[in-house]
């Protein structure tokens, strides 16, 4: 399969704490994106790192991405509660326009 | 205004009926999909539209057939429905972007389920 696989699969933490998620993908890419998904909604999409970019910030969100490795990190600071949520990473591998998700990972931010 | 809109939102049905899920994207994207995330929340592409024009077709079942009217709307109409077909299948749609597979925009998702 080439589902993006990322940890933790969850995660606990308590409020003003840094969050990170890890992400990891098995072909060349030529972006990869993350996006949040609250209870029972659809997916927000967050943020958009090219194959060519190794870092990316926005607001709170910093993303890195190291193609050598095929993985990608998350890092959200000074969490909050309303950051509860699970977090997806997606790759676009040529493919035309098709993103493949990730399995999640299930964060928690502890008031 | 919602941007990519499903209907119904809720959906409990029979085995062995047929039911159709529509959507909407007011967004001018030309590419719309349909992703089934099931209950361990695994999100898996079926379909891909560009244009009314079939791009993409995984490994769905043929009771699963998609139908692009135009190209701000994509449906999907399942025969014969199965206990396996319980999930949540979201429509999204992009616009086109350097190297394909560009930012997706989401529906709210349709919840069905087969009893």
């Known amino acids: 399969s080439q589902q993006g696989e990322e940890d933790p699969q969850a995660l606990s933490i308590q409020e003003g704490e840094n969050a990170t998620m890890n992400c990891s993908y098995k072909?060349?890419?030529?972006?990869l994106q993350w996006y949040r998904q609250n209870s029972g909604r659809g997916l927000v999409h967050l943020i958009l790192?090219?194959?060519?970019?190794r870092e990316k910030h926005s607001g709170r969100l910093r993303v890195t991405l190291d193609t050598s490795k095929k993985s990608s990190s998350l890092l959200i600071t000074a969490s909050r509660a309303a950051d509860t949520a699970s977090y997806f990473c997606?790759?676009?591998?040529?493919?035309?326009?098709?993103?493949?998700f990730g399995t999640g990972t299930k964060l928690q931010v502890i008031p | 205004d919602t941007a990519v809109s499903q209907t119904p939102k809720y959906l409990v049905t029979q085995m062995g009926n047929d039911k159709s899920i529509k959507c909407e994207q007011n967004?001018?994207?030309?590419?719309m999909y349909w992703y089934k995330q099931d209950s361990k929340k695994f999100l898996k592409i079926m379909f891909s539209?560009?244009?009314?024009?079939?791009?993409i077709n995984e490994t769905v079942p043929n009771r699963f057939s998609p139908k692009s009217p135009d190209k701000a709307h994509l449906n999907l109409h399942i025969n014969s429905l199965e206990l396996g077909d319980s999930a949540v299948y979201f429509c999204?749609?992009?616009?086109?972007?350097f190297g394909g597979g560009e930012t997706q925009y989401f529906g709210p998702g349709t919840r069905l389920l087969v009893l």
């Open positions: 790192i090219r194959s060519n970019e």
């Open positions: 072909t060349s890419i030529n972006n």
């Open positions: 997606a790759h676009n591998s040529g493919g035309y326009q098709k993103v493949t």
């Open positions: 967004l001018g994207h030309d590419t």
């Open positions: 999204a749609s992009s616009a086109p972007g």
């Open positions: 539209y560009n244009n009314k024009e079939l791009i």
